[in-house]
């Protein structure tokens, strides 16, 4: 079956940075579009960056030139590489797989930037 397991996550302060994996497995990972996803408290679930199976990438305007996904093909991983990190990240950050109608979610990790 197709899993994703997200890991990383953690306190760190403002400013600081964090990197973020999903290791997935049940699928052939190279064709799939991979995405990150966040939800914070009592708010809806965002996409927060996408990466194509050939690697191109989209991120939302709140994280554009902080954020950074990529991708190993080889070791079946999806990154997100997080700088100058903002109270307003704080998140449960969920990786995303899809291909047409297929698509599953990892169960989260969760990010808390505070001083």
């Known amino acids: 079956q197709m899993q994703l397991v997200e890991s990383g996550g953690g306190l760190v302060q403002p400013g600081g940075s964090l990197r973020l994996s999903c290791a997935a497995s049940g699928f052939t990972f190279s064709n799939y579009v991979m995405a990150w996803y966040r939800q914070a408290p009592g708010k809806q679930r965002e996409l927060v960056a996408t990466?194509?199976?050939?690697?191109?990438?989209n991120y939302a305007d709140s994280v554009k030139e902080r954020f950074t996904i990529s991708r190993d093909n080889s070791k079946n991983t999806v990154y997100l590489q997080m700088n100058s990190l903002k109270p307003e990240d704080t998140a449960v950050y969920y990786c995303n797989c899809r291909r047409g109608p297929v698509a599953s979610w990892g169960q989260g990790t969760q990010v808390t930037v505070s001083s």
């Open positions: 990466i194509s199976t050939v690697g191109s990438t």
